[in-house]
């Protein structure tokens, strides 16, 4: 199954995040609310390949503090070296989610985050810029 999204608005890396969140919407429909992140990610991967989009998962990125590296952290996806993806299966979406995918875009340098909450009857996606 392929979704098509139609919406009028227009935003960087458009396309490719409609290309993303039909992905996301086929694992949805298919498999439905109710199990645990790892089971969504991986039907993602395949998913994304089958869109034919390429991807990283687990990248690693540093955090950085007056230019000095103070940790790393790992990146749910990557996708086309442009949007990261933060997938969850959780009751609802908080502040603290959408403020974690705000500083990986900022560490990463990336301006495009995607946040895809599986664990709802209707796949929950949100869009973060940096």
């Not at 645990?36 to 990610?41: D, G, P």
């Not at 390429?54 to 990557?78: A, F, M, N, S």
């Not at 500083?103 to 949100?126: H, T, V």
Request: net charge positive; with cysteine.
């Amino acid at each position: 199954m392929r979704a098509i999204l139609k919406d009028s608005r227009s935003y960087p890396f458009e396309s490719l995040s409609r290309k993303i969140i039909g992905a996301a919407i086929d694992v949805h429909a298919a498999l439905g609310p109710g199990f645990l992140e790892t089971i969504y990610k991986e039907a993602f991967k395949l998913e994304l390949a089958e869109h034919g989009l390429k991807y990283e998962c687990q990248k690693e990125i540093k955090i950085e503090y007056l230019d000095v590296q103070i940790g790393t952290h790992r990146l749910d996806l990557v996708v086309e070296n442009q949007v990261v993806v933060e997938l969850k299966a959780v009751k609802e979406l908080t502040e603290i989610h959408f403020a974690q995918l705000l500083s990986y875009l900022k560490a990463s340098g990336m301006k495009i985050g995607l946040l895809l909450n599986f664990a709802k009857p209707r796949l929950e996606i949100r869009r973060v810029v940096n």
